[in-house]
């Protein structure tokens, strides 16, 4: 089987994964990984299907015809999986929420060559006052010939310049 990656938006309403899930199903597809969320009245998400066959056309033409229910699709074959010996990591970060902190943060990892895999962030405030704290939580793809020392010491520098709390954990 090929396998298509999607990226889905659309205004939140009940029933819309159902409607998703109902056109890949009825061209033989088959839903294999997503993820989807909600954010200021919109649903989007990214989700891997596997596709029958050697012509994902027809799958295609049905997952481009939801655009009539207002839902949007982008489509992409599926790309490389990281390559092996890359090493997990899980990295935290709260502080004062100003601009540019992932900026700044992804900066200083693509410098190294780590591999953003997943990013969720939040705007929430302090448990004691009202200041409005900036929370992440990413998984990192870390290459082989970076060690986690090297990592961590360059992310205290950025984090003791962006005055935030940063902790690098290793997964899995």
């Known amino acids: 089987m090929n396998h298509l990656v999607l990226t889905i938006i659309a205004e939140d309403q009940p029933g819309l994964v159902g409607r998703i899930a109902d056109c890949i199903a009825g061209q033989g597809g088959n839903w294999l990984e997503s993820r989807m969320s909600r954010m200021a009245g919109q649903f989007a998400g990214i989700l891997r299907v596997a596709v029958p066959g050697d012509d994902p056309a ?77 929370h992440a939580e990413a998984r990192l793809a870390v290459p082989p010939q970076l060690s986690l020392e090297q990592l961590q010491a360059r992310l205290e520098t950025l984090a003791d310049d962006l005055m935030v709390e940063l902790e690098l954990q290793p997964t899995e």
């Open 58 to 134: 027809p799958l295609v033409a049905a997952l481009e015809g939801l655009s009539g229910q207002g839902i949007r699709v982008l489509l992409a074959p599926s790309g490389n999986e990281p390559q092996s010996g890359w090493q997990a990591i899980g990295l935290r970060l709260v502080g004062n929420d100003r601009p540019g902190i992932v900026r700044d943060i992804s900066r200083v990892l693509a410098e190294q060559g780590v591999n953003v895999e997943s990013l969720d962030t939040d705007v929430l405030p302090a448990p004691m006052s009202s200041e409005l704290l900036f």
